[in-house]
């Protein structure tokens, strides 16, 4: 299951070097970056994903707890598991181009969040923090 892709080497690869990444783009980088680098930012998934879709297409989806779907993207069938690939590229290059527009603003915030609870999320937010001035209603 879930837990299992921080255990051992996955720990490293899907925790610590995401987070390490993240963590150096916001805090460590000054520098603007560009349209381009924003595209680039999608190539890693790309390919992962593109791996992980061959993988699957050339030896089955195998049966539990030997699947080679580890991530279970395609337990409700291929078309459900190609979508899903296509929303993790496209929020990539949308967190990408968040980061960008973020280092570009002089002042004021930009809030993402990824916990399928956004709208509570946010409430949260509004409702603590307010929408800052610009955005009085």
Known sequence: GYINMFIGANLFFHGLVPLAAAFEIVFLCDRQFTKRENNIAVIAPLVYGTGYLINILIN???????????YLFFAWGYPVGFVIYGVI???TWLLAFAMRKAKE?????ILATLSGRGDKDVDYVVEHYGYGEQFTL
């Open 60 to 70: 089955g989806m195998g049966t539990w707890p030997d699947t080679n779907d580890w």
């Open 89 to 91: 590229v496209a929020v």
């Open 105 to 109: 603003m002089k002042t004021g915030s």
